[in-house]
């Protein structure tokens, strides 16, 4: 199972920006979809952005289109989450998510299709 470990969380003000990291402990070869979660107090996990391994196909969530820019670089087996613009309402856990199985192009945003899972780092933005 593919090991991940996030970093990069933080405080910062509404307008700023953060660089979320994710390293995988093995190379992207199968993995089909990796995928940024966040989750705020009070409410549900929700998919933000997912790259396609092996692709440049990538798919936002409309609450972060224009803001946030997702990415990998394969020779680090790392993911990026650039946050830009960042709002108070940013404010949440981010996990990244590495899925296995195909199928996650078809619902990228099932956490359930996801079986590697980092720690979650936590972004505060405040106003």
């Known amino acids: 199972q593919v090991q991940l470990v996030e970093s990069g969380g933080g405080s910062v003000q509404a307008g700023g920006s953060l660089r979320l990291s994710c390293a995988a402990s093995?190379?992207?070869?199968?993995?089909?979809?990796m995928t940024w979660f966040r989750q705020a107090p009070g409410k549900e996990r929700e998919g933000v952005a997912v790259?396609?391994?092996?692709?440049?196909?990538?798919i936002y969530a409309d609450s972060v289109k224009g803001r946030f820019t997702i990415s990998q670089d394969n020779a680090k087996n790392t993911l990026y989450l650039q946050m830009n613009s960042l709002k108070p309402e940013d404010t949440a856990i981010y996990y990244c998510?590495?899925?296995?199985?195909?199928?996650?192009?078809?619902?990228?945003?099932?956490?359930?299709?996801?079986?590697?899972w980092g720690q979650g780092t936590q972004v505060t933005v405040s106003s």
């Open positions: 093995e190379s992207s070869y199968s993995i089909y979809c």
């Open positions: 790259i396609y391994t092996g692709g440049s196909t990538t």
């Open positions: 998510a590495a899925a296995l199985t195909p199928y996650c192009r078809n619902a990228y945003w099932g956490a359930d299709l996801y079986k590697s």
